[in-house]
T-cell receptor, first 113, second 114 residues
Framework: GENVEQHPSTLSVQEGDSAVIKCTYSDSASNYFPWYKQELGKRPQLIIDIRSNVGEKKDQRIAVTLNKTAKHFSLHITETQPEDSAVYFCAASSSGGYQKVTFGTGTKLQVIP | GAGVSQSPSNKVTEKGKDVELRCDPISGHTALYWYRQRLGQGLEFLIYFQGNSAPDKSGLPSDRFSAERTGESVSTLTIQRTQQEDSAVYLC????????????FGPGTRLTVT
């Protein structure tokens, strides 16, 4: 089955700096890679996703890159703000008939004002 | 529209008792997932339902755990003879197959076993 590894487990940055979270996956059939943000005491929510036919996707201060050859993808947050503090989960799945999503172990991001 | 709902929001039970957790997915979502999240930890996959296919039960930690889903609607997760290590937040999520695997999570049920 799919295995997703995520690094780092914790990350502290100064407000305004950039943050990068990296994930690797094992199943070459995976073609959908979402990122979820979970604020303290709340449910995970999708913040951005990328499909395997795209190498990079941006949404304001958030971007995700995908390297299919190396089987890794990354989340980049620029100009970090205190409200970016949360746990971020990467995930991988296929969009075929079997869509089980495999999550990474999470990265706790702390943005220091 | 309405999102994924779960009930109860909180459940305190005595060790050895059975509990039943309920998930109402978004209407039309064919896929439904259950996860367990211990305090400060990640999302532990439990079970996955996809339409009328046989569920993927590979994440259920023991035979005390079981889940059912009627068609593409409500799902219940049952934990028999609860143990203290079952204390966690149980999250349900649903997704629409045609859009890949974007998941919509419910608010969770916080289970405390005393």
């Amino acid at each position: 089955g799919e295995n997703v590894e995520q690094h780092p487990s914790t990350l502290s940055v100064q407000e305004g700096d950039s943050a990068v979270i990296k994930c690797t996956y094992s199943d070459s059939a995976s073609n959908y890679f979402p990122w979820y943000k979970q604020e303290l005491g709340k449910r995970p929510q999708l913040i951005i996703d990328i499909r395997s036919n795209v190498g990079e996707k941006k949404d304001q201060r958030i971007a995700v890159t995908l390297n299919k050859t190396a089987k890794h993808f990354s989340l980049h947050i620029t100009e970090t703000q205190p409200e970016d503090s949360a746990v971020y989960f990467c995930a991988a799945s296929s969009s075929g008939g079997y869509q089980k999503v495999t999550f990474g172990t999470g990265t706790k991001l702390q943005v220091i004002p | 529209g309405a999102g994924v709902s779960q009930s109860p929001s909180n459940k305190v039970t005595e060790k050895g008792k059975d509990v039943e957790l309920r998930c109402d997915p978004i209407s039309g979502h064919t896929a439904l997932y259950w996860y367990r999240q211990r305090l400060g930890q990640g999302l532990e996959f439990l079970i996955y339902f996809q339409g009328n296919s046989a569920p993927d039960k590979s994440g259920l930690p023991s035979d005390r755990f079981s889940a059912e889903r009627t068609g593409e609607s409500v799902s219940t997760l049952t934990i028999q003879r609860t143990q203290q290590e079952d204390s966690a937040v149980y999250l349900c999520a649903s997704s629409l197959k045609s859009k890949g695997s974007e998941q919509y999570f419910g608010p969770g049920t916080r289970l405390t076993v005393t």
